[in-house]
Structures are given as structure tokens and as C-alpha cells.
């Protein structure tokens, strides 16, 4: 009778521990997400959906406007930014897992110390890497582009680039390297070549490389401090002709910061309404990454 | 092997998917935006002929003071619509030190600072031998914000000179009931200021408001000037006895002095008015006490109107020799022209553009309706040496 009260008593302090220690972790995430719906979403169906088109109102308004230019920004941005990062970053850790020369092998060591040495950068530290770049080669490549400026699309996608691939990089090659040895070898013994067994072994491992897609979507879409110097931020939309490469673009984190560091009230409403969508983006892409891993 | 074979079809169909999803939403954004852009071409029908050479689209980035991005956004925002799309504008506020640097460097077509390029950069620029303008294009001052419950319900406004101000951030005045600060008050108002000590909120970033602040206080304390100086950042001697702490940006040193009692604080006028923070008057050259607003900071910047340097010349110091303390029972003493800089030989629609903005902005962009609530327009005395200048802009012939 006795050590079973004591062992009922031990459960319930055990599980009441626990619980507390699951709503405590629980709680910031819950408030961050209440906080921002609560401030975000009247302002976003106060002006919908016009608040995905216009250019925000003046300041001091009783308007809010909208966050097109930056959310066009964003869209172009990361789009661009995966289009190029992700085929580079998964087709260098099939470089360095299934590496067997041994010159692959030490160029693919070289390849993975000085990509987890980029993951440890902080991005403020990448977004002024590039412009420095940039500031640099500007006057070459306007010899060939005229309208060419650091502050640009294209330093943006760059710096989203060298932000996001080390992680997807990471990611997948860890992946290739947890396949057991037995697996690679039965493929190369039905005859394949290494291109086919590479592509085999990428099939293998969809789901990391779907969450390593999505991870790193989300990585973009909230990156910030690399932004600063490169994307630059716009409140105006930039005319859609030849030169949009080169011209800066606005984001949604971009404005996030501005707009609420304005003091100005309907300025700093619509910083709540793109830290709402852009909430809502991340949480999509979390959704979907999960749909898309669970459907296989 | 026929089921991974039709496995690898739901697969590449699933990719397919995503890939349509992000290529339809990017084609509806730019639909929207082009649609966005005819609108307004169409909407305004040609409203200025003689900018008819300027068909392609012209656009612009600068970058700078985050004290004039309000304004620069409800400017750009008309002028956009009134020039129907044909000149876009992209103006960030990066600081006005980075704006300095970037200009510098060729990345903006045209920086902003509170005051002017600085000691270094106006080097930089005369070495390189480039030629470039400085254009002031809004009025600023620095107020003195203050958070004492008591005497505000009274109806009491503090009053100060600039020689108590310096005093208390010297740390040599360090309670409010200090016979120095209690002499300048009116009699009623005398008994309430608390015999409590004064915190002394400060920038902590590097700001404009903080060079103008700084240098006024160097202009009227001797003891200021050598011991502490002035710049976009300076050495606090008031932190040192622990009565002190700074604030990151205007609405860091608003939101302190709001929450902490007993304190004052120094932000951008527009700031104070935005916020509603009680603004002390600050005693005048002549002897007056005067609030800063639209007359007194107007009146102050009128006196000084005269001498105005050249566009090309070294404007770092300006406030400090020119603005500050200027002569007028309504002159408001700590006052500065936030100013726009940009190089003169530029490809010629860029040139034009930058000019046909500006103008419009030391025109039409200083009449109140487009003046945000907490801005001051340029008196008209600088309004028209500022037009003389911008006119070096226009490429001749």
C-alpha cells in the first residue's frame, strides 16, 4: 500500500512538473503568434485587399495604404534567391558525400569546413560582404550594364544566396552521409553509374530534402539584417523593364523595421499588418513542408 | 517497380505543382504592378508639357536621416502621382552617417543628413575633385522633453536655459529642486518641482539630433566645449554618477523619458509633437523664453538665411556658427537644416529628374498641405538661396 502511494505521489509531481515545463515553452511561442495576429489582422481587413497592392499611406494619415512594393520585393527576392541557391547547395553536398577520388574527397572537405564556417556568419556581416563586393565591381559591370547599383535585386538574391544554401547544404550532405554504406553499394552493383546512384540516393532522402527547402524558404522570407545593405528596401514599386535586376526592391522584414521604428501611428499599424503576413507566409511554407513530407 | 515507377510520377507532378504555384503568384504580382503603373500613367493626363523629353522612366534612390524619412515619403508619394509614374523615388532611412558614406561610395544618387556631409567626407570629396551640391530642403530643432507629473498637472511648463541644460548633463545640477532650475521657473510653479534627482536620457546610437543638441550646448557652456565637445556621439559626464543612460533612436529616448519620472530628455521636435511629450521653452539670446514651433524655429533660421555658404563649401559646422543662438525675441536656439547632397555631373535624365524633384520639394513640397504634422517648412529667405543652388543641378545647354 505504501510504496504505491509513493510511487502515485512521484507520478503526479512528475507530470505536473512536466506539464509546467510544456506551457512554459509553449507560452512565447503562443504569445508571439497571439500578439502579432491580434495587432496584424484588423489592419490587414481594414484595407483588404488593397493592403497587398498599394504603397503605404502617408504618414500622420488616417489611411494605412498597403505593402505591395515590399511584398512584390520579398516574392522576387526569395523566388530568385531559390532558383539559383537550391540546385548549387544540394548539387555540392552530392559533391562532397558521394565524393571517391581522392582529390574530391579533399576539395569536397574543403567545401564542407568553409560552408559550416559561413553558417556561423552573421548575416549583417554577409549583407556588407556583398555590397563591399559590389561597391567594388560596380564600375566593371556598368561598363556593361549602365543602370548597374550595389544597392540592387541582384546583391539581394546574392546575399539571401550565401545566407541559405550553407544551411541546405548541410542538411542534405548530412543526409547522403546517414545512408548506410550497404545501400550505396547495392545500387552501384545493379550497374549504375554514379550520376543515376546520386540521383537515386537524393530520392532516397526526399523528405530532408523537401524539409531543407522549406526551411530554407523560411529562412528567406524572414532574413533581415542581410538585406540592409543590398535589397536596400523601396516604398515605391520599381519599374518592371530590363533594368529590374539592378535597381533595389523593398521587403516585408524591411518594413517591418522601418515602418515600425516611425513613430508615426498608421505607419507603425502597417509594420503589425506585414509582421502579420508575413507570419502567416512562414506558417504556410510550415504546413505545406509537412503536407509534402507526410503525402510520401 | 511499377508502383515507384507511378510513385515518381505523383512526385514529379507534386513539383510541378509547386513550381506553378510560385510562378502564377509572381506573375499576378507584376501583373498587378504594370496594371498599377498604366493606371496612373493614364489617370494623370500630362500635367507638366515641358517634361515631356523625360518618356523613359527615371529612377531614383537616396538614402539617409531617419528624421526626414516621414516627410520624404509623403513628398515622394505626391510627387510621384503628380508626375504620373514617370519618375520613381526610393528614399530609405539608413542614418544619416550612412547616408554620407554610401553617397560617397556611389551607391544613392542622392544622401541625406541632418546637418551636412562631415569633416571626413567633405575631405574625401575634394580630393576626388568631384563636383557636388548641398541643398537644405526642411527645417529641424532639438526639444527638450521632460517626464514631472506633478508640475504638469499643475499647468506648469518648464522653462530652462542653456546653461542649466548644460549643467545637468555636466552632472554639476542634480536635483530638479536646485536653486538654478527653480529661479527660471514662473512663482506659482516653483513649489512643485519635486526635490527629486534629474535622469538624464541621451542617444546612445550616433545621431544628428545629437550633433545639434551637442553643439548648442558647447555654443553656451565653456565648460561643455572643453570638457565634452559635440559630434553624432559624445562621453556622457552624467552617466558616470549614475544619473544618466542612453536610448536608441527618437523614440528610444521618447519612450524612456515617458516611462521613467524625474527625467528629460532631448529628441527631433517632431518626435516631441507626435508623441505629446511636454517640450520645455528654452531662454533665447535675447532673453526670452520660447517654445520650439513653426515661428520660432522659422525666426531663428530667417537671422541665419544670410549666411548661408556656397553649395560646395564645408557645411559641417554650420549650425554651430550660423543657426544656434540666433538674435530675435522669438528665435528658438537649437535649430538645423536637414540637407540633401548629390553630384552635379550626372547622366542628363537622372540630373533632370533629381532637379524637377527637388524643385518640387522647395516649391510646392513646403506649402502646408504637404508638410507632415511635427515638420517645419524652410523660411522663405533659405527657400530661395536653397532654389539658387539646386540650379547648378541643370546641365547646361
Known amino acids: 500500500m505504501k510504496p504505491l502511494m509513493l510511487r502515485k505521489i512521484r507520478s503526479l509531481t512528475m507530470l505536473a512538473l512536466i506539464s509546467t515545463a510544456f506551457a512554459l515553452t509553449l507560452l512565447p511561442v503562443l504569445s508571439l503568434i497571439g500578439t502579432v495576429v491580434y495587432n496584424g489582422m484588423s489592419v490587414v481587413f481594414r484595407n483588404f485587399p488593397g493592403i497587398f497592392f498599394d504603397i503605404p499611406a502617408a504618414p500622420g494619415s488616417s489611411e494605412v495604404g498597403g505593402i505591395g512594393p515590399h511584398l512584390l520585393g520579398t516574392m522576387l527576392l526569395v523566388a530568385l534567391a531559390m532558383a539559383i541557391g537550391t540546385p548549387i547547395s544540394i548539387l555540392a553536398a552530392v559533391f562532397t558525400a558521394e565524393a571517391i577520388k581522392s582529390w574530391e574527397r579533399n576539395l569536397g572537405r574543403l567545401t564542407r569546413l568553409l560552408t559550416h564556417m559561413m553558417i556561423e556568419f552573421p548575416t549583417i556581416v554577409v549583407g556588407l560582404a556583398v555590397y563591399g563586393l559590389m561597391t567594388t565591381l560596380a564600375p566593371y559591370i556598368r561598363a556593361l550594364i549602365p543602370g548597374f547599383r550595389p544597392f540592387s535585386l541582384l546583391s539581394g538574391v546574392i546575399a539571401l544566396i550565401m545566407v541559405s544554401a550553407p544551411y541546405m547544404y548541410a542538411q542534405v550532405e548530412d543526409g547522403l552521409k546517414s545512408i548506410p554504406q550497404h545501400i550505396r553499394e547495392a545500387v552501384y552493383s545493379l550497374g549504375a553509374g554514379r550520376v543515376l546512384t546520386s540521383y537515386v540516393l537524393l530520392r532516397y532522402l526526399k523528405s530532408t530534402v523537401y524539409a531543407a527547402i522549406s526551411i530554407s524558404l523560411a529562412r528567406m522570407i524572414s532574413e533581415t539584417a542581410a538585406l540592409f545593405f543590398t535589397a536596400f528596401g523601396s516604398n515605391v514599386y520599381p519599374p518592371l523593364d530590363s533594368n529590374l535586376l539592378f535597381r533595389p526592391v523593398g521587403s516585408l522584414t524591411l518594413a517591418v523595421y522601418t515602418l515600425g521604428l516611425s513613430g508615426y501611428e498608421n505607419w507603425v499599424e502597417l509594420s503589425w499588418a506585414a509582421s502579420f503576413i508575413l507570419l502567416m507566409l512562414c506558417l504556410a511554407l510550415f504546413a505545406l513542408s509537412k503536407v509534402v513530407i507526410r503525402g510520401e | ?397
Open chain 2, 1 to 397: 517497380m511499377e508502383h515507384s515507377l507511378r510513385s515518381r510520377v505523383t512526385k514529379t507532378r507534386r513539383l510541378v505543382l509547386i513550381v506553378g504555384i510560385v510562378l502564377v503568384l509572381s506573375t499576378v504580382g507584376s501583373l498587378i504592378v504594370q496594371k498599377q503603373i498604366s493606371q496612373t500613367e493614364t489617370a494623370t493626363v500630362n500635367p507638366q508639357p515641358e517634361s515631356k523629353t523625360t518618356s523613359r522612366l527615371v529612377y531614383i534612390t537616396g538614402g539617409g536621416a531617419s528624421f526626414i524619412n516621414p516627410q520624404m515619403q509623403a513628398w515622394i508619394r505626391v510627387f510621384m502621382e503628380k508626375t504620373g509614374g514617370t519618375i520613381s523615388i526610393n528614399y530609405q532611412s539608413i542614418g544619416s552617417g550612412a547616408g554620407e558614406a554610401k553617397w560617397l561610395e556611389g551607391a544613392l544618387d542622392f544622401g541625406a543628413s541632418d546637418i551636412a556631409i562631415s569633416k571626413t567626407g567633405y575631405e574625401k570629396l575634394k580630393e576626388s575633385g568631384k563636383r557636388f551640391i548641398q541643398v537644405p530642403i526642411i527645417a529641424g530643432s532639438v526639444a527638450l522633453v521632460y517626464n514631472l507629473p506633478r508640475f504638469s498637472e499643475a499647468g506648469c511648463t518648464l522653462r530652462l536655459t542653456g546653461e542649466t541644460v548644460a549643467d545637468i548633463y555636466l552632472g554639476k545640477i542634480i536635483r530638479w529642486s536646485d536653486p538654478r532650475i527653480v529661479e527660471l521657473q514662473e512663482g506659482r510653479c516653483r513649489n512643485f518641482l519635486p526635490d527629486a534627482e534629474i535622469f538624464g536620457i541621451h542617444r546612445s546610437d550616433g545621431s544628428g539630433t545629437t550633433a545639434l543638441f551637442t553643439m548648442y550646448l558647447s555654443l553656451v557652456s565653456r565648460e561643455w566645449a572643453e570638457r565634452v565637445g559635440y559630434g553624432y556621439t559624445v562621453t556622457w559626464p552624467r552617466d558616470a554618477l549614475g544619473l544618466g543612460e542612453g536610448a536608441r533612436g527618437n523614440e528610444g529616448v521618447s519612450a524612456k523619458v515617458q516611462a521613467t519620472p524625474n527625467s528629460i530628455g532631448y529628441v527631433e521636435l517632431a518626435y516631441a509633437v507626435q508623441l505629446k511629450l511636454p517640450v520645455a521653452m528654452l531662454r533665447n539670446r535675447d532673453g526670452y523664453f520660447v517654445y520650439p514651433n513653426a515661428t520660432t524655429v522659422m525666426e531663428a533660421l530667417r537671422a541665419a538665411a544670410k549666411e548661408l555658404p556656397g553649395p560646395q563649401e564645408f557645411w559641417g559646422d554650420l549650425p554651430l556658427k550660423h543657426y544656434m543662438n540666433r538674435e530675435g525675441r522669438l528665435s528658438y536656439p537649437i535649430v538645423g537644416t536637414p540637407a540633401v547632397f548629390m553630384y552635379i555631373d550626372l547622366p542628363k535624365d537622372l540630373a533632370d529628374a533629381l532637379y524637377e524633384f527637388f524643385k518640387w520639394v522647395l516649391t510646392e513640397g513646403q506649402k502646408p498641405e504637404n508638410i507632415v504634422e511635427g515638420f517645419i517648412p524652410l523660411p522663405e529667405e533659405m527657400r530661395i538661396k536653397a532654389l539658387q543652388y539646386l540650379e547648378l543641378l541643370k546641365p547646361r545647354g
